[in-house]
DNA sequence: ACCTGAACACCGTTCAAGT
DNA sequence: ACCTGAACACCGTTCAAGT
């Protein structure tokens, strides 16, 4: 991975052209969020014949479920480091929301893909739940640990992190779109969104105003 | 639109030609969740040359963003018509909430297409806000008469409901990819989720087990 | 004014042939 | 074992020619 592509490195044989292609298509998917992805394209960026990629992926779908997989694996560190830090279990949630939604405004095209339909139903689709298990699992963590102290209503887990989950998820993907600046609201949207998240699960909401 | 197409009916021109190619194209959308949605296939299910639908549409994208505008017409309409027997205002946003996710589970490409990033970035990318102005302000208009009725709590309105989009959004979303019957939950995961939207939302909740 | 059919550039995928 | 290059079927788009 450290050293790039030299004429000399890569007479013949590439040697590593599978790391190649996945680097390649992923920086495709940073700069490009407008799905154009092309499977020589990527060839051609990495510098090898268009049939080549073939050779380690069955097709095109598999080199993009992969990208969906790894996009799955960031997400959930990002998450796990979002809250390493968080001093309440109130912060922890927020925390976490956040994370999420900066993960999708910083890789829109990424998210997309995770959550799309061509991958998402064929491939990765009979996956796609066990993908975001993780997610899930994270959430419901938060949420059981927030009912135990106390903090929490004690309402069934799996709602509540469904609930959750759909709200993060909802204004990860309406950020992506630019449909949360409003006209003229003075905080941000995102959080103010997790604040009344939290507002409704919280067992004590602040003074109400 | 009545007439159906019998070989006397279409000697050269069709005639009606652009109102077919939606049609077409929109029941294609409705039966491939599938994303193989071509311009040649649509024409030839029209039976017309490849090269017809450019008479009338001046590319794909314009096809699709067309699509995607009568299905935000259609959205608002089932939300519209979603509240109309509902008895309280509470109700109204549980049964507005219920129609957009039925929408995008009935019409799961349409409701991609919508907001996906191909069509949802350019063409009706500046158009895309304005598009969602509709079933913005239909929130805004329940959580204003919900606050001035004293059932909601009284915050800024557009980040209520940003939230509450969020919420709804992404419970479709979510919904859509059967990412929300979770292990062994019993009731509904949607109804649970804007139950509980509904909690942090409401001045005084019910008797909090 | 509206539709056809050939034509062009480009893709995904396959495969015999090269190294 | 891994890569190349021709080949095939298919698309989006254009355009001269038909009606």
Redesign the interface.
Known sequence: MDRMKTPTDRPYHHGDLRRAVIETASAMLRED???QFTLREVARRAGVSHGAPYKHFPDKESLLAELARQGFEQLQEALAASTARSRSIRKELLAAGTANVRFGVGN??LY?LM????T???TAGVH??ER?LPT?GFLVDILRRGQEAGVF????L??????C???????T??SI????M????G?D?VE??LV??????E?AGPA??
């Open positions: 969020n407008n799905w829109p095209a997309r959550f799309g339909s061509g998402g139903s064929r796609l739940r975001t899930r209503k004690k309402h069934a799996q709602g509540q992190a469904a609930a989950w759909a709200q993060v998820h909802g204004l993907l309406l779109d630019g449909l949360l409003a006209e003229k609201v905080a949207p103010a969104a009344h998240l939290l507002e409704g699960l067992l109400k105003r």
